[in-house]
Protein backbone atom coordinates (compact mmCIF):
# COMPACT_ATOMS: atom_id res chain seq x y z
CA UNK A 1 0.00 0.00 0.00
CA UNK A 2 1.62 3.60 -0.77
CA UNK A 3 -0.44 4.96 2.31
CA UNK A 4 1.23 6.84 4.50
CA UNK A 5 1.76 7.08 8.23
CA UNK A 6 0.77 9.25 10.89
CA UNK A 7 2.15 10.20 14.24
CA UNK A 8 0.80 10.15 16.73
CA UNK A 9 -2.54 9.02 16.11
CA UNK A 10 -4.37 11.43 19.04
CA UNK A 11 -2.52 14.65 20.38
CA UNK A 12 -4.00 16.68 23.72
CA UNK A 13 -2.34 19.72 24.48
CA UNK A 14 -3.32 22.75 26.59
CA UNK A 15 -3.90 26.63 23.97
CA UNK A 16 -0.71 28.29 23.89
CA UNK A 17 1.58 25.00 23.26
CA UNK A 18 3.18 24.22 20.39
CA UNK A 19 1.65 20.65 18.42
CA UNK A 20 3.83 18.77 15.92
CA UNK A 21 2.57 16.19 13.64
CA UNK A 22 4.75 13.61 11.79
CA UNK A 23 3.93 11.84 8.63
CA UNK A 24 5.57 9.41 7.34
CA UNK A 25 5.23 7.91 3.30
CA UNK A 26 6.80 5.13 0.70
CA UNK A 27 7.61 6.20 -2.27
CA UNK A 28 8.96 9.49 -4.24
CA UNK A 29 6.71 11.93 -4.21
CA UNK A 30 6.08 15.43 -6.35
CA UNK A 31 5.03 17.36 -3.22
CA UNK A 32 3.39 16.50 -0.07
CA UNK A 33 0.08 18.46 1.07
CA UNK A 34 -1.36 18.98 4.47
CA UNK A 35 -5.08 19.15 5.33
CA UNK A 36 -7.67 20.09 7.87
CA UNK A 37 -10.66 18.32 8.63
CA UNK A 38 -12.94 19.85 11.54
CA UNK A 39 -15.76 17.68 13.16
CA UNK A 40 -18.21 16.33 10.62
CA UNK A 41 -16.75 18.57 7.25
CA UNK A 42 -14.77 18.50 4.51
CA UNK A 43 -11.05 18.86 4.56
CA UNK A 44 -9.19 22.31 3.86
CA UNK A 45 -6.09 22.95 2.40
CA UNK A 46 -3.33 24.10 4.71
CA UNK A 47 0.07 23.76 3.16
CA UNK A 48 1.94 22.37 0.47
CA UNK A 49 5.45 21.94 -0.01
CA UNK A 50 7.90 20.17 -3.13
CA UNK A 51 9.91 17.51 -3.08
CA UNK A 52 12.95 20.30 -3.41
CA UNK A 53 11.99 21.96 -0.96
CA UNK A 54 12.95 21.55 3.15
CA UNK A 55 11.17 23.65 4.77
CA UNK A 56 7.44 26.45 4.67
CA UNK A 57 5.73 28.38 6.54
CA UNK A 58 2.35 29.56 6.53
CA UNK A 59 0.89 31.86 9.46
CA UNK A 60 1.43 29.80 12.64
CA UNK A 61 2.07 26.68 10.33
CA UNK A 62 5.59 25.21 9.86
CA UNK A 63 6.48 22.23 7.61
CA UNK A 64 9.37 20.57 7.33
CA UNK A 65 9.84 17.69 4.66
CA UNK A 66 13.31 14.99 4.61
CA UNK A 67 13.05 13.18 1.62
CA UNK A 68 15.63 11.14 2.10
CA UNK A 69 14.02 9.50 5.15
CA UNK A 70 10.63 10.09 3.50
CA UNK A 71 8.87 12.20 6.60
CA UNK A 72 7.18 15.47 7.17
CA UNK A 73 5.93 17.28 9.99
CA UNK A 74 3.90 19.69 10.24
CA UNK A 75 3.90 21.97 13.53
CA UNK A 76 1.58 24.28 14.85
CA UNK A 77 2.65 27.06 17.25
CA UNK A 78 0.84 28.91 19.74
CA UNK A 79 -2.07 26.74 19.33
CA UNK A 80 -5.80 27.84 20.22
CA UNK A 81 -8.99 25.53 20.57
CA UNK A 82 -10.30 26.44 17.02
CA UNK A 83 -7.24 24.36 16.01
CA UNK A 84 -8.81 21.33 17.45
CA UNK A 85 -8.99 19.29 13.87
CA UNK A 86 -7.92 15.88 12.45
CA UNK A 87 -4.59 16.90 10.30
CA UNK A 88 -3.92 14.81 7.41
CA UNK A 89 -0.77 14.59 5.21
CA UNK A 90 -1.25 13.43 1.46
CA UNK A 91 1.61 13.30 -0.96
CA UNK A 92 0.91 13.78 -5.16
CA UNK A 93 3.46 11.42 -6.87
CA UNK A 94 3.10 12.30 -10.21
CA UNK A 95 1.78 15.77 -10.40
CA UNK A 96 -1.35 14.11 -11.64
CA UNK A 97 -3.66 15.28 -8.56
CA UNK A 98 -4.06 11.65 -6.94
CA UNK A 99 -3.54 12.10 -3.61
CA UNK A 100 -2.34 9.73 -0.95
CA UNK A 101 -3.70 10.04 2.59
CA UNK A 102 -2.17 9.24 5.90
CA UNK A 103 -4.37 8.19 8.27
CA UNK A 104 -4.22 11.42 10.19
CA UNK A 105 -3.60 13.17 13.87
CA UNK A 106 -6.77 13.90 15.45
CA UNK A 107 -5.49 16.91 17.89
CA UNK A 108 -7.59 18.50 20.70
CA UNK A 109 -6.51 22.37 22.45
CA UNK A 110 -8.01 22.55 25.32
CA UNK A 111 -9.33 26.28 26.54
CA UNK B 1 -21.42 30.75 -2.57
CA UNK B 2 -20.80 27.43 -1.63
CA UNK B 3 -17.59 26.52 -3.57
CA UNK B 4 -17.80 22.09 -3.55
CA UNK B 5 -21.85 21.31 -2.43
CA UNK B 6 -22.94 17.60 -2.20
CA UNK B 7 -26.28 16.54 -2.09
CA UNK B 8 -27.34 14.97 0.00
CA UNK B 9 -25.85 15.31 3.45
CA UNK B 10 -26.98 12.17 4.90
CA UNK B 11 -28.52 9.18 3.16
CA UNK B 12 -29.80 6.24 5.50
CA UNK B 13 -31.22 3.14 3.23
CA UNK B 14 -31.87 -0.31 3.02
CA UNK B 15 -29.08 -2.74 1.77
CA UNK B 16 -30.22 -4.07 -2.17
CA UNK B 17 -31.28 -0.32 -2.71
CA UNK B 18 -29.64 2.26 -5.37
CA UNK B 19 -28.59 5.53 -4.65
CA UNK B 20 -27.25 8.61 -6.31
CA UNK B 21 -25.00 11.44 -4.52
CA UNK B 22 -24.71 14.75 -6.65
CA UNK B 23 -21.48 16.87 -6.67
CA UNK B 24 -21.74 20.20 -7.80
CA UNK B 25 -18.85 22.66 -8.03
CA UNK B 26 -18.48 26.61 -8.73
CA UNK B 27 -14.69 27.46 -8.39
CA UNK B 28 -14.90 26.68 -12.44
CA UNK B 29 -12.55 23.58 -11.84
CA UNK B 30 -11.67 21.24 -14.37
CA UNK B 31 -11.05 17.89 -12.34
CA UNK B 32 -13.00 16.59 -9.64
CA UNK B 33 -12.49 13.53 -7.20
CA UNK B 34 -14.41 11.63 -5.41
CA UNK B 35 -13.42 9.83 -2.06
CA UNK B 36 -14.36 7.63 0.18
CA UNK B 37 -13.60 7.76 4.09
CA UNK B 38 -14.10 5.03 6.65
CA UNK B 39 -15.15 4.91 10.13
CA UNK B 40 -11.21 5.06 10.94
CA UNK B 41 -10.87 8.45 8.39
CA UNK B 42 -9.29 6.26 6.66
CA UNK B 43 -9.49 8.40 3.24
CA UNK B 44 -8.89 6.81 -0.07
CA UNK B 45 -9.47 7.76 -3.98
CA UNK B 46 -12.23 6.04 -5.96
CA UNK B 47 -12.16 8.21 -9.36
CA UNK B 48 -10.96 11.81 -10.71
CA UNK B 49 -12.26 13.03 -14.39
CA UNK B 50 -10.70 16.00 -15.58
CA UNK B 51 -13.11 17.87 -18.22
CA UNK B 52 -15.92 15.50 -18.03
CA UNK B 53 -13.23 12.21 -19.15
CA UNK B 54 -12.61 9.87 -16.24
CA UNK B 55 -8.85 9.58 -15.51
CA UNK B 56 -8.42 7.91 -12.09
CA UNK B 57 -10.63 4.95 -11.45
CA UNK B 58 -9.26 2.75 -8.20
CA UNK B 59 -10.27 -0.38 -7.33
CA UNK B 60 -13.29 -0.07 -7.09
CA UNK B 61 -16.55 -2.16 -7.26
CA UNK B 62 -18.51 -1.60 -10.53
CA UNK B 63 -21.45 -0.94 -8.47
CA UNK B 64 -20.22 2.30 -8.13
CA UNK B 65 -20.93 4.59 -11.28
CA UNK B 66 -19.70 8.27 -11.56
CA UNK B 67 -21.15 10.13 -14.62
CA UNK B 68 -20.37 14.04 -15.21
CA UNK B 69 -22.56 15.62 -17.25
CA UNK B 70 -20.13 18.70 -16.82
CA UNK B 71 -17.09 19.71 -15.78
CA UNK B 72 -19.10 22.02 -12.85
CA UNK B 73 -20.75 18.35 -11.61
CA UNK B 74 -19.73 14.80 -10.97
CA UNK B 75 -22.37 12.65 -9.70
CA UNK B 76 -21.91 9.05 -8.45
CA UNK B 77 -24.52 6.18 -8.48
CA UNK B 78 -24.28 3.28 -5.97
CA UNK B 79 -26.22 0.05 -7.07
CA UNK B 80 -27.34 -3.05 -4.99
CA UNK B 81 -26.02 -1.10 -1.41
CA UNK B 82 -24.05 -3.52 0.79
CA UNK B 83 -22.81 -2.48 4.29
CA UNK B 84 -19.72 -2.08 4.04
CA UNK B 85 -20.75 0.82 1.62
CA UNK B 86 -21.68 2.81 4.91
CA UNK B 87 -18.69 5.91 4.88
CA UNK B 88 -19.05 9.28 4.06
CA UNK B 89 -18.42 10.39 0.78
CA UNK B 90 -16.54 13.48 -0.32
CA UNK B 91 -16.23 15.16 -3.69
CA UNK B 92 -13.58 17.35 -4.17
CA UNK B 93 -12.30 19.71 -6.98
CA UNK B 94 -8.42 20.80 -8.06
CA UNK B 95 -6.77 24.01 -9.75
CA UNK B 96 -3.29 23.26 -9.72
CA UNK B 97 -2.26 20.75 -6.54
CA UNK B 98 -4.79 22.12 -4.30
CA UNK B 99 -7.61 20.22 -3.61
CA UNK B 100 -11.15 21.76 -2.39
CA UNK B 101 -13.45 19.49 -0.51
CA UNK B 102 -17.05 19.59 -0.14
CA UNK B 103 -18.86 18.73 3.24
CA UNK B 104 -19.36 14.89 2.56
CA UNK B 105 -22.45 12.75 2.19
CA UNK B 106 -22.40 10.23 5.25
CA UNK B 107 -24.19 7.11 3.55
CA UNK B 108 -25.50 4.24 6.34
CA UNK B 109 -26.46 1.26 4.96
CA UNK B 110 -28.78 -0.83 7.07
Known amino acids: SQQGEEDPQALSIQEGENATMNCSYKTSINNLQWYRQNSGRGLVHLIL?????REKHSGRLRVTLDTSKKSSSLLITASRAADTASYFC???????????FGQGTELSVKP | DTAVSQTPKYLVTQMGNDKSIKCEQNLGHDTMYWYKQDSKKFLKIMFSYNNKELIINETVPNRFSPKSPDKAHLNLHINSLELGDSAVYFC?????????FGPGTRLTVL
Open chain 1, 90 to 100: ATDWNQGGKLI
Open chain 1, 49 to 53: IRSNE
Open chain 2, 92 to 100: ASRIRNEQF
